[in-house]
């Protein structure tokens, strides 16, 4: 089976900008989950969706949105972008049930840059 | 609030010999506790997790990790690493949200 899919894989964009990312999970994953990876960091919760719902939501700003589609694909957004959104951005799916204890699987990332 | 410490953000280590990846944790509820690695441009990839019951854990390349409550940690260990597990190695926790630490860059030296 493919793994988790992200797109695209680099991206660069100028201050104030919005920017999408999109992530495929697994195939029979139900729930994504979003990171923020800064370079020398480890990952930073931003959203988990399960079944198309928001289900936790880290402490990130309001200029981060994310959804997830019928086919529990998932877009994260992310407004007028600053300086410091520059980062890997993560997306990882887990299989139902949905559960802390799941193990998540994760995709290669997109390298967002931002000028 | 829940949080996780690594305690070393670089570890060299001569190859065949054995390694302790270190990694504490703070949290006022029961935790569920995991080790990620990440290879070069890959994506993390799950060692081994611990949920309850016997507290040494078994992973996957051979490596295994302990669960101490008393001494809320959760340390990552391999008796004999190979230059193929040069990564960088990620301790994370689960409470009302995933938790990483900041990462341990594990390189073996031939």
């Known amino acids: 089976d493919a793994g988790v899919t992200q797109s695209p894989t680099h991206l660069i964009k100028t201050r104030g900008q919005q920017v999408t990312l999109r992530c495929s999970p697994i195939?029979?994953?139900?729930?994504v989950s979003w990171y923020q990876q800064v370079l020398g960091q480890g990952p930073q919760f931003i959203f988990q969706y399960y079944e198309k719902e928001e289900r936790g939501r880290g402490n990130f700003p309001d200029r981060f949105s994310a959804r997830q589609f019928p086919n529990y694909s998932s877009e994260l957004n992310v407004n007028a972008l600053l300086l410091g959104d520059s980062a890997l951005y993560l997306c990882a799916s887990s299989r139902p049930p949905h559960s802390l204890t799941d193990t998540q699987y994760f995709g290669p990332g997109t390298r967002l840059t931002v000028l | 609030a829940q949080s996780v410490t690594q305690l070393d953000s670089q570890v060299p280590v001569f190859e065949e010999a054995p390694v302790e990846l270190r990694c504490n944790y703070s949290?006022?509820?029961?935790?569920?506790l995991f080790w990620y690695v990440q290879y070069p441009n890959q994506g993390l990839q799950l060692l081994l997790k611990y949920l309850s019951g016997s507290t040494l854990v078994k992973g996957i390349n051979g490596f295994e990790a302990e669960f101490n409550k008393s001494q809320t940690s959760f340390h990552l260990r391999k008796p004999s690493v190979h230059i193929s597990d040069t990564a960088e190695y990620f301790c994370?926790?689960?409470?009302?949200?995933?938790?990483f630490g900041t990462g341990t860059s594990l390189t073996v030296i031939p």
């Open positions: 949290s006022s509820v029961s935790v569920y």
């Open positions: 994370a926790l689960t409470g009302d949200q995933f938790y």
């Open positions: 195939s029979g994953h139900k729930s």
